[in-house]
């Protein structure tokens, strides 16, 4: 069994300030992560995904997340927040068994100017 | 090309009418996915297939039929909805496994009136 656990439902940043976005999952087997945006109204975008190779992953637009297996987290943070990244969050993790992902409630994200 | 085409963009239906939604990807993905998205809520799973056969039905109701009738193109039919399907359905391919992160397409926004 998988599931993923976002601990914060709504973020609210300065803009050009640090935004962090915290994950804690649980699987029963070596997991795939991955971090997933979806803007007002639109598809998800994979922000990036970690696979069991490198412990710090950087994605696009400037967002990495780091893998530690101690904590079962897998955190998202991005050194400086633009309007532009003001969306809804999710992160997501597959335990390889089967085809099926278990997304996170998901986080909203608001950037104040 | 790296992306998920759906169409229509939005759809209204009526309680009493059929139609269909179609999703269509080049990337040579062999598992092909129909997702439900609720405001404010993260998505979730209905079919998948994989080498155009289905192989997961998360027990939806009868009234939504997928087909995949090659392995670029994966349809929704829907017949008879409810008011409380109207939703974001979302189409998602990925490779025969999911280590490389789906691909999602920017979905059809359906309401049943």
């Known amino acids: 069994a998988q599931s993923v656990t976002q601990l914060d439902s709504h973020v609210s940043v300065s803009e050009g300030t640090p935004v962090l976005l915290r994950c804690n999952y649980s699987s029963s087997y070596s997991p795939s992560l991955f971090w997933y945006v979806q803007h007002p109204n639109k598809g998800l975008q994979l922000l990036l995904k970690y696979t069991s190779a490198a412990t710090l992953v950087k994605g696009i637009n400037g967002f990495e997340a780091e893998f530690k297996k101690s904590e079962t987290s897998f955190h998202l943070t991005k050194p400086s927040a633009h309007m532009s990244d003001a969306a809804e969050y999710f992160c997501?993790?597959?335990?390889?068994?089967?085809?099926?992902?278990?997304f996170g409630a998901g986080t909203t994200v608001t950037v104040r100017a | 090309d790296t992306e998920v085409t759906q169409t229509p963009k939005h759809l209204v239906m009526g309680m009493t009418n059929k139609k269909s939604l179609k999703c269509e990807q080049h990337m040579g993905h062999r598992a092909m996915y129909w997702y439900k998205q609720k405001a404010k809520k993260p998505p979730e799973l209905m079919f998948v297939?994989?080498?155009?056969?289905?192989?997961i039905n998360e027990s939806v109701p009868s009234r939504f039929s997928p087909e995949c009738p090659n392995s670029s193109l994966l349809n929704l039919h829907l017949h008879a909805l409810q008011p409380e399907d109207s939703a974001l359905y979302l189409c998602a391919s990925s490779q025969e496994t999911e280590i490389y992160g789906y691909t999602f397409g920017s979905g059809t926004r359906l309401t049943v009136v």
């Open positions: 297939y994989s080498y155009e056969k289905l192989s």
């Open positions: 997501v993790v597959s335990d390889r068994v089967d085809y099926k992902l278990s």
